[in-house]
C-alpha cells in the first residue's frame, strides 16, 4: 500500500468516530459530509501525475498522519497572541484555536453595529437553517480533494454576513492558530463571507503558529460577493516551517460587486493556495494580489483561476515570489474569457526573483479567451537582483548586505503597500524583513 493510500484510508477510518462526536446535526449537512467523503474517498490525495498538481509533490503531507486534535485543548496565553499579532489586533477579532472558536481570546464588541460574525458550530447546533443556503455553496468537492476532506471534517469556522448596504472600514480579524498536540494535528478551518448587496467588508484572515510541532492546516473560504458589494481579504500565512498548509478560496461575484485577496505566505514547509473566482455579474471586477518569501527547502504554490462568465468584467493578477536557499515556488495562474464575456479586460503579471543558486520557480501564466473583443495580457519573469543597482548603491555607502536587502524590500513593497488596511504593510515589515533574512541565510548557508 503506497503512502497516499494508506493517508487516505487512514483518514477515511476516522470520520465516524468524528461524526460520533459532533452529535445531532440536520440531514443536509450529514448528506453534504457523506458526498464529501465519497470524493475524497474517490480521488484520495491529488498525485503529480494530474496537471494541476504537476509542480508540487504533496508525498511529505500524505506520509505524515495527522490526527484531530483534542477538543479541550489549553487556550494559549493572551499576551503570547497579542505578540504574535499585528496592529490591526485592536479590531474586531474573532480567535480559533486549533479550529475551535475561542471567545475569551475574541472580541466581538469591537465589531460595528450591523455586522454579524458567529461561529459556525453554534449555528450549526442552534439554527442550522442560516447555513444552508451558504455552505459549500461556492467550494466544489469533485476535482477539489483537500476542500472535500475540509467539509467531511470541518466543526467550527467564522461566518461572516454582511447586511444589505452596510459599509465599514474597521478591518474583521480572524486568527487561526495551531498549537503543540502529542500528535501531529490537522485542523480544518472555514470561512464564509456573504455581503448583501451595496455592503463593503474589509477581512483579515490569519494562520499562525504557537510552538514547533509538525501540523497541518487545511483551510476552505468561501465568499459571495453580492451586487455592488465589495468585500476586502487579506489572507496571512505565516505558520511555523515545520508545518504544512493547503487553503482553497472560492468566489462568486454579482453584478457590479468588487472583490481583492491579497495573499502573503510567509511561513510553511509546503503551502499550496488555491483561488477560484466565478465573475457571474455583468460589470463585477477582481484584483489578486500575492506575495510568497520561501527558503531552505520550502515548497510555495499559488494555483488561480478567474472565470469571466459575462461581459463588461475586469480582473488584475499580481504575484510576486522571492526565494531564497533551495526553496522552490509554482505560479499557475489561468484567466478564461467565455463566448460571451465581450468587452473583458484582464491583466495578469508574476515576477519572482531567485536569490539562492539552488532556488527554483515553475511559473505559469495561461489566457483561455474565447471571445473576440477584449484585452488581456500576461507575464511572467525570473530574474536575479540587478547587478548594477546594487553597484550603485554600494557607492553611496551601503555594504553589499543592506543593498541587497533594500532592493529585495522593494521588489516586495509593491505587494504589500497596496494592501487595504492602513499601516498594515508597515505592520508587516518586520516579519517580512526577518523572512528575507532567513531566505537570505539559508542561501548562504548552502
Not at 496592529?87 to 453595529?113: I, Q, T
Not at 473566482?277 to 510555495?300: E, K, R
Not at 543597482?389 to 555594504?399: E, N, P, Q
Request: net charge negative.
Amino acid at each position: 500500500m503506497s503512502a497516499f493510500e494508506a493517508a487516505r484510508d487512514h483518514y477515511l477510518s476516522r470520520h465516524a468516530g468524528f461524526v460520533g462526536e459532533l452529535g445531532s446535526e440536520p440531514g443536509w449537512l450529514g448528506s453534504l459530509r457523506q458526498e464529501a467523503l465519497a470524493c475524497f474517498s474517490e480521488e484520495g490525495f491529488p498525485q503529480r501525475s494530474l496537471e494541476e498538481w504537476r509542480y508540487t509533490n504533496v508525498a511529505p503531507i500524505a506520509k505524515q498522519l495527522f490526527e484531530l486534535p483534542a477538543r479541550a485543548a489549553a487556550s494559549p496565553d493572551r499576551e503570547r497572541l497579542e505578540a504574535l499579532s499585528f496592529p490591526v489586533f485592536a479590531c474586531g477579532l474573532f480567535v480559533f484555536v486549533n479550529g475551535s472558536f475561542r471567545p475569551e481570546l475574541s472580541a466581538p464588541p469591537a465589531l460595528s453595529a450591523g455586522i454579524r460574525v458567529e461561529s459556525l458550530a453554534e449555528l450549526r447546533a442552534e439554527a442550522p437553517e442560516q447555513l444552508s443556503d451558504r455552505f459549500g455553496r461556492e467550494a466544489p468537492l469533485k476535482g477539489s480533494p483537500f476542500a472535500a476532506l475540509n467539509t467531511a471534517f470541518v466543526s467550527d469556522g467564522a461566518v461572516l454576513r454582511v447586511p444589505r448596504g452596510f459599509q465599514d472600514e474597521q478591518p474583521v480579524h480572524v486568527v487561526f492558530v495551531s498549537t503543540d498536540a502529542e500528535e501531529p494535528a490537522i485542523q480544518h478551518p472555514r470561512l464564509l463571507i456573504d455581503a448583501e448587496p451595496g455592503s463593503r467588508i474589509l477581512v483579515i484572515q490569519d494562520h499562525v503558529t504557537m510552538g514547533r510541532a509538525p501540523g497541518f492546516t487545511n483551510a476552505v473560504g468561501e465568499v459571495h460577493v453580492g451586487e455592488d458589494a465589495e468585500v476586502d481579504l487579506v489572507i496571512v500565512q505565516r505558520e511555523h516551517d515545520a508545518h504544512f498548509h493547503v487553503s482553497g478560496l472560492h468566489v462568486r461575484q454579482e453584478r457590479d460587486s468588487r472583490f481583492s485577496a491579497h495573499t502573503l505566505t510567509l511561513g510553511g514547509a509546503l503551502v499550496r493556495n488555491d483561488a477560484t473566482v466565478l465573475l457571474a455579474g455583468t460589470g463585477a471586477s477582481c484584483n489578486l494580489g500575492g506575495l510568497f518569501v520561501g527558503g531552505g527547502t520550502q515548497t510555495i504554490d499559488n494555483h488561480t483561476l478567474v472565470d469571466h462568465a459575462v461581459p463588461h468584467c475586469s480582473s488584475r493578477e499580481l504575484y510576486k515570489g522571492v526565494l531564497g536557499g533551495r526553496a522552490r515556488g509554482v505560479f499557475r495562474g489561468r484567466v478564461i474569457v467565455r463566448p460571451d464575456a465581450q468587452k473583458t479586460n484582464a491583466l495578469q503579471s508574476n515576477p519572482n526573483l531567485l536569490i539562492g543558486r539552488g532556488a527554483e520557480m515553475d511559473t505559469k501564466p495561461q489566457l483561455e479567451i474565447y471571445a473576440d473583443d477584449v484585452r488581456c495580457s500576461h507575464g511572467s519573469s525570473i530574474g536575479q537582483l540587478d547587478a548594477d543597482a546594487i553597484f550603485y548603491l554600494r557607492c553611496r555607502a551601503l555594504s553589499l548586505e543592506h543593498a541587497r536587502d533594500l532592493l529585495t524590500r522593494a521588489f516586495a513593497h509593491e505587494v504589500t503597500n497596496a494592501l487595504p488596511v492602513p499601516g498594515l504593510g508597515e505592520g508587516l515589515d518586520a516579519l517580512l524583513l526577518e523572512r528575507l533574512s532567513h531566505a537570505r541565510g539559508d542561501t548562504e548557508a548552502a
